[in-house]
């Protein structure tokens, strides 16, 4: 990897059940530039009998070592399901860097170890987990400025992007849209769509009057539907992000 890509930011990923030794051999492999640490508990759950991790007892503490063991910054991540704020928190505690919420919208991992293993035991879950919005709400609303955060699942478009930093997001991933770019036009495809992306986000700021990340979170932004139900009665205050800011110029 790091022949193809020297220069690169390359993230080694590895299962929060790991070892701290474990995690510090991830990132030597493949000289990291940081480490990912995945959350997939409700996809464990879901493998066959005796494939899937069905104990996550003593990760907190694992996360902890593996801060500890390794020399680069730590990333927790959740695979699709999203984050509460509980869990921040907890993880919080841990030193970690950075927390990505991988919220309900984009891949689902249910539903792939449905088709892969039983879609009947599959099926009640198909809508297990929070939306990225909820989760960016709930995680920043709960860790202040003490972790970046990063905003996937479901995001497809520069719009996408643009409500994720303005949430408070400090990055917004996009992995299955490139997938199926590449595998219908290559390399092109996949140079076009994150040019288009880009453009989107560039013509949303165009339109706010945002010249830069600081102004685009001082716009007024209103919740609404079930995201902002589901928010209300988590007891988040909503108006603060629908009174907040003015025009800058």
């Not at 990897?1 to 474990?22: Q, T």
């Not at 509980?86 to 919220?103: H, N, P, R, W, Y």
């Not at 249910?110 to 198909?126: D, M």
Request: with cysteine; aromatic share 6%; net charge neutral.
């Amino acid at each position: 990897m790091r022949e193809e890509n020297p220069d690169g930011f390359i993230i080694a990923n590895i299962g929060c059940s790991a070892l701290p030794e474990h995690a510090r051999e991830a990132v030597k492999m493949i000289e990291a530039d940081a480490l990912q640490v995945h959350l997939n508990a409700p996809q464990e759950a879901m493998m066959p009998q005796g494939e899937g991790d069905l104990s996550f007892r003593g990760c907190l503490q694992k996360i902890t070592g593996m801060v500890k063991t390794v020399t680069v910054p730590v990333i927790v991540k959740e695979v699709g399901f999203g984050m509460a704020k509980e869990q921040a928190v907890m993880l919080l505690s841990t030193g970690i860097k950075a927390l990505d919420v991988g919220g309900k919208g984009g891949t689902n991992f249910i539903k792939i170890e449905g088709y892969r293993y039983n879609r009947e035991v599959a099926q009640p879950f198909l809508n297990w987990g929070l939306s990225t919005a909820v989760s960016l709400i709930e995680v920043v609303e709960s860790t202040g400025s003490q972790l970046e955060i990063v905003a996937t699942g479901g995001i497809r478009s520069g719009l996408d992007v643009a409500k994720a930093l303005s949430l408070g997001a400090s990055l917004a991933g996009v992995a299955g849209p490139l997938v199926r770019c590449y595998y219908h036009g290559g390399e092109t495809a996949v140079e076009q769509y994150l040019r288009q992306l880009l453009q989107e986000l560039k013509q949303v700021m165009l339109m706010l009057g945002t010249p830069n990340l600081h102004a685009l979170r001082q716009r007024p932004l209103v919740i609404l539907g079930e995201t902002g139900k589901w928010l209300e009665r988590r007891g988040f205050d909503l108006c603060k992000y629908a009174l907040r800011g003015g025009l800058i110029m």
